[in-house]
């Protein structure tokens, strides 16, 4: 936050000023009481197991020089010190509900700033595409994006009030797992160009379909800006003939004649993509890309950036050589080399679409002979979990895979789908009270000439496993 004080903050949210001086300036928002950044304001959220109103004392000790609160002022006085100073010598503001003021704040911060903000959601791969849109756009303007994963309820004002207004433009990214929680996040963000990535089954278990899922992501329309621009898949089913609301523009990007971004002559070269960007229907600017992110679909995350620096006036070869120089994010297909063995690093996160996306890197990568692929329960799909996790064995069944091994209770259903295609196929099952045994298994089990993959809900902690097996052989 720059050049706010607390009675900014007041105005804002619509609180009380029960103790402290107005005129403090704060800089930084934060939800965690054991870290400040300087001149912070504390969030105490009230969770479904812990309210943070009992850690206003220990954020104030640690730095922050205002707290809301919903729980003092009429219904119970401000603290008193050990020395008798109210509130610890610090401002508190008096609020009915320390979420909904923090999205209030955010949403008057956002009406400060003039540079045009670029809002990313989507079933699978917003992450990677936000950061792949910020590495395009830097090549000609000063980005800011989103801070690690801070896309919800109560990430997103904190990502907003972090915006500089020597940023020239913004990335930032839109998440949802409930039903109206985008259109919350959207109105906060209020963005000129609204990208949708996919829409999968990630958090089907809380919205019942993919038609609803659909519905849901659209609804990033209603924070989008007069004029501004829906940028959708032109590849999806769900997308393809999706249009944004009256007084926007809609474009699409993709492989299809139908994208108005589209890649062409796509290949991969162990692995890596490679392709031309065409850019515009007319096919007038179109550039060379090779990226260093596994996985053909990562052709589509890119054409989003290539989409958005075009249309900010970033010169797209340029772009193209910011964009070939991301080399993707810790837990996302990072790819480590040790000992001749190859391993793909995808921990983070995993549903039926990014998983048989991770397969076919696997099968992509040339230089191994021998091919194996760990995978973990998929999280959050519903009454439809124990399919979803055999067709994805299935698919990995019909590929040249030389061992499989499975983490987990939902995890032998990939197993049971695998040897369904294959019986054949060499597989090897961990329960997840077996996680050490598993870990020091294929640690043991790995030799030169293996590319192994590691792929599961993040739930499912094979990020450890990922960072044992390195360890082990470095």
Same mark, same amino acid.
């Given at each position: 936050?720059?050049?706010?004080?607390?009675?900014?903050?007041?105005?804002?949210?619509?609180?009380?000023?029960?103790?402290?001086?107005?005129?403090?300036?704060?800089?930084?928002?934060?939800?965690?009481?054991?870290? @400040?950044?300087?001149?912070?304001?504390?969030?105490?959220?009230?969770?479904?197991?812990?309210?943070?109103?009992?850690?206003?004392?220990?954020?104030?000790?640690?730095?922050?020089?205002?707290?809301?609160?919903?729980?003092?002022?009429?219904?119970?006085?401000?603290?008193?010190?050990?020395?008798?100073?109210?509130?610890?010598?610090?401002?508190?503001?008096?609020?009915?509900?320390?979420?909904?003021?923090?999205?209030?704040?955010?949403?008057?911060?956002?009406?400060?700033?003039?540079?045009?903000?670029?809002?990313?959601?989507?079933?699978?791969?917003?992450?990677?595409?936000?950061?792949?849109?910020?590495?395009?756009?830097?090549?000609?303007?000063?980005?800011?994006?989103?801070?690690?994963?801070?896309?919800?309820?109560?990430?997103?004002?904190?990502?907003?009030?972090?915006?500089?207004?020597?940023?020239?433009?913004?990335?930032?990214?839109?998440?949802?797992?409930?039903?109206?929680?985008?259109?919350?996040?959207?109105?906060?963000?209020?963005?000129?160009?609204?990208?949708?990535?996919?829409?999968?089954?990630?958090?089907?278990?809380?919205?019942?379909?993919?038609?609803?899922?659909?519905?849901?992501?659209?609804?990033?329309?209603?924070?989008?800006?007069?004029?501004?621009?829906?940028?959708?898949?032109?590849?999806?089913?769900?997308?393809?003939?999706?249009?944004?609301?009256?007084?926007?523009?809609?474009?699409?990007?993709?492989?299809?004649?139908?994208?108005?971004?589209?890649?062409?002559?796509?290949?991969?070269?162990?692995?890596?993509?490679?392709?031309?960007?065409?850019?515009?229907?007319?096919?007038?600017?179109?550039?060379?890309?090779?990226?260093?992110?596994?996985?053909?679909?990562?052709?589509?995350?890119?054409?989003?950036?290539?989409?958005?620096?075009?249309?900010?006036?970033?010169?797209?070869?340029?772009?193209?050589?910011?964009?070939?120089?991301?080399?993707?994010?810790?837990?996302?297909?990072?790819?480590?080399?040790?000992?001749?063995?190859?391993?793909?690093?995808?921990?983070?996160?995993?549903?039926?679409?990014?998983?048989?996306?991770?397969?076919?890197?696997?099968?992509?990568?040339?230089?191994?002979?021998?091919?194996?692929?760990?995978?973990?329960?998929?999280?959050?799909?519903?009454?439809?979990?124990?399919?979803?996790?055999?067709?994805?064995?299935?698919?990995?069944?019909?590929?040249?895979?030389?061992?499989?091994?499975?983490?987990?209770?939902?995890?032998?259903?990939?197993?049971?789908?695998?040897?369904?295609?294959?019986?054949?196929?060499?597989?090897?099952?961990?329960?997840?009270?077996?996680?050490?045994?598993?870990?020091?298994?294929?640690?043991?089990?790995?030799?030169?000439?293996?590319?192994?993959?590691?792929?599961?809900?993040?739930? @499912?902690?094979?990020?450890?496993?990922?960072?044992?097996?390195?360890?082990?052989?470095?």
């Amino acid at each position: 936050m720059q050049d706010w004080t607390v009675n900014d903050l007041v105005k804002a949210c619509g609180g009380v000023l029960l103790c402290g001086d107005g005129d403090t300036p704060v800089e930084h928002i934060s939800l965690d009481s054991r870290k @400040m950044e300087g001149n912070d304001l504390f969030v105490p959220l009230i969770g479904e197991k812990v309210d943070a109103h009992r850690f206003i004392r220990q954020a104030l000790e640690n730095g922050a020089v205002v707290t809301l609160t919903s729980e003092h002022g009429a219904k119970q006085p401000v603290p008193v010190s050990d020395d008798g100073v109210i509130g610890c010598g610090r401002a508190w503001i008096a609020v009915d509900d320390t979420k909904l003021a923090l999205q209030a704040i955010g949403r008057a911060y956002r009406k400060t700033l003039t540079l045009p903000l670029i809002g990313i959601t989507g079933s699978v791969g917003k992450t990677t595409t936000k950061e792949m849109v910020a590495a395009a756009l830097s090549a000609g303007l000063r980005v800011y994006k989103t801070y690690g994963s801070r896309n919800s309820q109560v990430g997103v004002p904190i990502t907003i009030t972090d915006i500089d207004k020597e940023d020239q433009i913004g990335v930032i990214e839109l998440g949802m797992s409930e039903p109206g929680e985008l259109t919350v996040i959207a109105e906060m963000a209020r963005v000129d160009v609204a990208a949708i990535t996919n829409i999968g089954v990630a958090h089907i278990e809380q919205l019942g379909s993919q038609e609803n899922i659909f519905r849901e992501k659209m609804t990033i329309q209603n924070g989008l800006k007069d004029g501004g621009i829906l940028l959708l898949n032109g590849d999806d089913p769900f997308l393809k003939d999706a249009e944004a609301k009256p007084g926007c523009r809609t474009l699409y990007y993709g492989m299809g004649e139908n994208c108005d971004y589209r890649a062409v002559d796509v290949r991969l070269v162990n692995g890596y993509p490679t392709f031309t960007a065409v850019c515009g229907r007319d096919g007038a600017k179109q550039v060379e890309v090779r990226l260093k992110v596994m996985g053909s679909h990562q052709v589509q995350n890119a054409m989003v950036a290539l989409a958005v620096a075009d249309l900010y006036g970033v010169d797209l070869k340029a772009a193209a050589e910011s964009l070939g120089q991301f080399a993707g994010m810790k837990g996302r297909q990072q790819v480590h080399h040790f000992d001749g063995i190859t391993l793909i690093d995808d921990t983070y996160n995993a549903n039926p679409v990014s998983m048989k996306g991770a397969i076919d890197n696997l099968t992509a990568v040339e230089d191994c002979s021998r091919r194996i692929a760990l995978l973990a329960d998929m999280k959050e799909l519903g009454p439809e979990s124990v399919r979803f996790h055999r067709e994805v064995g299935e698919y990995l069944g019909a590929r040249p895979i030389g061992l499989l091994v499975t983490y987990g209770e939902l995890a032998k259903e990939i197993e049971a789908g695998a040897r369904k295609a294959n019986p054949k196929l060499l597989v090897r099952h961990f329960e997840e009270s077996e996680k050490e045994e598993m870990e020091r298994w294929i640690a043991g089990e790995l030799k030169a000439g293996d590319c192994i993959l590691m792929k599961g809900s993040n739930s @499912m902690n094979l990020g450890e496993a990922a960072d044992y097996v390195c360890q082990r052989h470095h």
